[in-house]
């Protein structure tokens, strides 16, 4: 089966860049974007779709792939409707950050024999949102969550996923638990150190500008992640509290280790255990 008519439902920062991808991958393929208009406006004059939808139900009820880019509590609230005009045979998917309560909701209004829904999520994204900073090399060189088993052999989900190494993502089949507990260590908590770190440079400045004025390019790196707004991030914190809760405490309790540790050669074995993961994740493909 190929995707012909592609709904994108949210053409923000990944729905545009979702739609710019496709029109890589697939040329002849049909995205119609469903959005407020002035965002609409911008990503047909960007070319990340082809033409436009007013009411949801225009957009989804003859797509054979339904592509749902929106925030997590829009998500959420719009995926019975979703399901009420998904098209027989279509798929569904979507790039929430947080995925059992998503699948959970899927679950309960998608009817077996419908549409099918493939929960999934692609660890890619940037700091600022929005389609201005879209890109069709975004999924390039990412992992991208499929909530699946990798022998799910309905061939919906096997073509997305062959969409989606088309993108030049690499996919990666695990469950809705997994994932969230995965996600909490290795994006959520990374965020929420970067908005601490934030915090107490913020508070530490005095009325001289130190010791922001002395900065270099180390703090800015670090806080790469302190440029997303919080409305990216309530639904996320909302929804994964459990596993963000978990990944917070492990922090805290390395911070404490290191302060301990300040004055002995044992910090050096925490350094080690830092390059060791930074040497890891450079060498990742």
């Known amino acids: 089966m ?95 950050s947080v995925k059992g309560p998503v699948c959970r909701a899927a679950a309960a209004c998608l009817v077996s024999g419908g549409a099918r829904f493939l929960g999934a999520h692609p660890m890619a994204g ?61 994006s959520h908590l990374p965020q929420l150190a970067a908005v601490a770190l934030a915090g107490v440079v913020r508070d530490e400045t005095d009325e001289t500008g130190l010791p922001v004025e002395l900065a270099g390019p180390g703090l800015r790196d670090a806080l790469r992640l302190a440029g997303s707004p919080y409305e990216m991030w309530r639904d996320i914190c909302l929804t994964n509290a459990e596993n963000v809760t978990r990944a917070l405490d492990r922090l805290i309790q390395a911070l404490d280790h290191l302060r301990s540790n300040l004055k002995t050669r044992r910090l050096q074995r925490q350094f080690d255990a830092a390059n060791e993961v930074y040497k890891l994740l450079r060498g990742m493909k």
């Open 126 to 186: 940037r700091e600022a949102p929005g389609i201005e900073h879209a890109s069709a090399e975004l999924f390039r060189g990412a992992r991208y969550a499929l909530i699946a088993g990798k022998d799910d052999a309905d061939a919906r989900v096997r073509q997305f996923a062959a969409l989606v190494e088309s993108l030049g993502a690499q996919p990666m089949w695990l469950d809705a638990e997994r994932h969230d507990w995965a996600v909490a260590i290795v």
């Open 2 to 96: 190929t995707f012909e008519r592609i709904a994108i439902l949210g053409t923000g920062l990944i729905g545009g860049s979702f739609g710019l991808a496709l029109k890589r991958s697939l040329p002849g393929c049909r995205v119609i974007g469903w959005d407020r208009q002035a965002v609409l406006a911008r990503a047909r004059e960007r070319g990340a779709i082809d033409e436009t939808a007013q009411e949801l139900v225009a957009a989804v009820d003859q797509a054979d792939l339904v592509y749902v880019a929106l925030p997590l509590g829009v998500a959420l609230e719009l995926l019975p409707q979703i399901a009420r005009h998904a098209r027989s045979g279509a798929l569904v998917t979507d790039a929430c």
